[in-house]
């Protein structure tokens, strides 16, 4: 078989971080006089910086300027998560396992100070020719900007390669990249079955995720 990759999503996908991130979010908006929504989440979910900070300032009514807000989330985020980075159950074991096999590249809509951390702690900055970040390109997910910055920068064809997402927003932005997308489900951020319909394979877990799997989903295109 020619030569294949890899794209994985971070949040969500690789760590229990989404909870972590609504439960900062949702603290200090209420501590700065805002009002969460209940979709709130799930609406950030993808977004760049500068995209969900304008969005607590503009539409949760936070009146602390983006640039404050983004700074003191990411700082609060980081220091929960740095301290105890909450691993799904298989993620390590499933990039030990592709890793000897595909080129691996990760796409993640995190911060990069944030993001950096997360891969220093964990040791899993090793297994990834390429990172990129959404604040790296124009546009978060679900536009396909940051998968594209990706495959670019590994010099890969979409064609050859799978995105391993959690979420709506992440599935439909590798989708729009031309890859073929593996889903793994956020138990408690569901994507909608409008964005799982375009996923060519969804499992129930990563520890599912295996070289047999890629393999499959690429012969069929």
């Known amino acids: 078989m020619s030569k294949a990759f890899v794209i994985f999503d971070l949040d969500g996908t690789l760590i229990e971080s989404e909870q972590v991130w609504r439960d900062v979010r949702h603290e200090f908006i209420i501590e700065h006089g805002g009002q969460w929504r209940d979709d709130a989440q799930t609406t950030m979910m993808g977004m760049r910086t500068e995209e969900w900070a304008r969005y607590i300032h503009d539409s949760l009514h936070v009146a602390l300027s983006p640039n404050e807000i983004a700074n003191r989330v990411i700082e609060l985020v980081k220091a929960r998560l740095t301290k105890r980075v909450p ?120 520890s599912e995720l295996d070289v047999n799997t890629i393999e499959e989903i690429l012969k069929q295109r």
């Open 87 to 206: 691993v799904i159950p298989g993620a390590a074991d499933a990039l030990q396992r592709l890793a000897g096999r595909f080129t691996l590249g990760l796409a993640t809509a995190g911060a990069p100070a944030y993001a950096k951390a997360v891969l220093a702690t964990t040791g899993w900055d090793k297994f990834f020719s390429v990172v990129v970040y959404a604040d790296d390109v124009k546009r978060g997910k679900p536009a396909p900007d940051v998968y594209l910055r990706a495959l670019k920068l590994m010099k890969a064809d979409a064609r050859r390669t799978a995105a391993i997402e959690d979420s709506g927003s992440g599935i439909k932005s590798a989708h729009a990249a031309g890859t073929a997308v593996v889903a793994i489900p956020n138990r408690e951020f569901q994507p909608d079955q409008d964005a799982l319909s375009l996923a060519a394979r969804v499992l129930d877990n990563i």
